[in-house]
């Protein structure tokens, strides 16, 4: 039984490890097995392979009398459906894929509304819509911008502050 509780002690011990570290372990064996398989031998599913061939040995040991063959033989059929779940699981996870993140870049020509006024050659506030959200910068303008002016961002200064100049009515 001891055997058993230390593959399950084993399998999420190589889960964490795979959580943690996230792909730099898969990355030791980057290329050997690349295509193989489409994900099967991943660490996450040969963790709950592990994992569930010891506790599923352990538990099927303690609870019958079918002995060490029958109780691995047990523990292999739960490390098989435990890793088919983890891997596809794991693909459906992966399939999810987000839009992009917006860029400093992707600021240039937006409109906005001045928050706290911008004094000439100072740093005031506004606010701009970027991907449907509204995001508040501080920003520069050669020229003094009242408070609710309408701005134009001309160009991004740093991840938080932006270069604008007054819209013309």
Same mark, same amino acid.
């Given at each position: 039984?001891? /055997?058993?509780? !230390?593959?399950? %002690?084993?399998?999420?011990?190589?889960?964490?490890?795979?959580?943690?570290?996230?792909?730099?372990?898969? !990355?030791?064996?980057? +290329?050997?097995?690349?295509?193989?398989?489409? $994900?099967?031998?991943?660490?996450? %599913?040969?963790? +709950?392979?592990?994992?569930?061939? $010891?506790?599923? +040995?352990?538990?099927?040991? !303690?609870?019958?009398?079918?002995? %060490?063959?029958?109780?691995?033989?047990?523990?292999?059929?739960?490390?098989?459906?435990?890793?088919?779940?983890? /891997?596809?699981?794991?693909?459906?996870?992966?399939?999810?894929?987000?839009?992009?993140?917006?860029?400093?870049?992707?600021?240039?020509?937006?409109? +906005?509304?001045? %928050?706290?006024?911008?004094?000439?050659?100072?740093?005031?506030?506004?606010?701009?819509?970027?991907? !449907?959200?509204?995001?508040?910068?501080?920003?520069?303008?050669?020229?003094?911008?009242?408070?609710?002016?309408?701005? /134009?961002?001309?160009?991004?200064?740093?991840?938080?502050?932006?270069?604008?100049?007054?819209?013309?009515?």
């Amino acid at each position: 039984m001891e /055997w058993f509780v !230390g593959l399950g %002690v084993a399998g999420l011990v190589l889960l964490l490890l795979s959580l943690v570290f996230d792909g730099i372990l898969e !990355g030791v064996f980057d +290329g050997v097995l690349d295509g193989l398989f489409d $994900g099967l031998l991943s660490l996450p %599913v040969i963790a +709950g392979f592990v994992s569930m061939l $010891g506790f599923g +040995g352990a538990i099927v040991l !303690g609870t019958t009398d079918i002995g %060490v063959t029958g109780a691995t033989a047990a523990g292999v059929l739960a490390g098989v459906g435990a890793g088919w779940l983890t /891997w596809k699981l794991s693909r459906l996870l992966m399939r999810d894929q987000t839009d992009a993140t917006p860029r400093g870049g992707d600021l240039i020509g937006t409109s +906005g509304s001045v %928050v706290t006024a911008i004094p000439a050659d100072g740093y005031g506030e506004v606010l701009v819509h970027l991907a !449907g959200q509204p995001l508040k910068l501080a920003a520069k303008c050669p020229v003094p911008v009242a408070r609710g002016a309408e701005i /134009w961002v001309e160009s991004a200064l740093s991840a938080t502050s932006v270069a604008v100049r007054p819209v013309e009515r």
